[in-house]
């Protein structure tokens, strides 16, 4: 389980590792984006080129919210809370943070408790 925090306007943000090809963790802050319904995680292309990570598809088309764009789509490997995952990840140039998607809570349990500044994700 890993511990989250409120950003400045009530946004759910996580810290996370992304796990290059050697093994390498770069640690990053990531939004938790419950408009990203269809997505394990988000990031700009750089990010993805720069971590190494194997290209699965180069344009895989998705609905956005300003109509349909096409993402490349890596095999990421990210760790929360200690435990490793190997998920699909879409990367686009321009996107300006890292962002979550909602498949993470097919199986991970997300606690949100403003009132007692509680914010969990995981088991």
Same mark, same amino acid.
């Given at each position: 389980?890993?511990?989250?925090?409120?950003?400045?306007? =009530?946004? $759910?943000?996580?810290? /996370?590792?992304?796990?290059?090809?050697?093994?390498?963790? &770069?640690?990053?802050? %990531?939004?938790?984006?419950?408009?990203?319904?269809? =997505?394990? $995680?988000?990031?700009? /292309?750089?990010?993805?080129?720069?971590?190494?990570?194997? &290209?699965?598809?180069? %344009?895989?088309?998705?609905?956005?919210?300003?109509?349909?764009?096409?993402?490349?789509?890596?095999?990421?490997?990210?760790?929360?809370?200690?435990?490793?995952?190997?998920?699909?990840?879409?990367?686009?140039?321009?996107?300006?943070?890292?962002?979550?998607?909602?498949?993470?809570?097919?199986?991970?349990?997300?606690?949100?408790?403003?009132?007692?500044?509680?914010?969990?994700?995981?088991?």
């Amino acid at each position: 389980m890993i511990q989250g925090r409120f950003g400045e306007i =009530g946004e $759910l943000l996580f810290s /996370i590792d992304l796990i290059n090809s050697n093994g390498e963790l &770069l640690s990053v802050e %990531a939004l938790l984006d419950t408009g990203f319904a269809t =997505g394990w $995680l988000a990031l700009d /292309i750089q990010d993805a080129e720069a971590l190494d990570w194997t &290209l699965m598809e180069a %344009a895989h088309p998705m609905q956005t919210a300003s109509g349909q764009a096409f993402f490349a789509l890596y095999e990421g490997k990210v760790s929360m809370g200690g435990q490793e995952f190997v998920i699909p990840v879409h990367a686009k140039a321009g996107i300006p943070e890292i962002l979550l998607g909602l498949q993470w809570l097919r199986e991970q349990r997300l606690v949100v408790d403003f009132l007692a500044n509680c914010l969990t994700l995981g088991m």
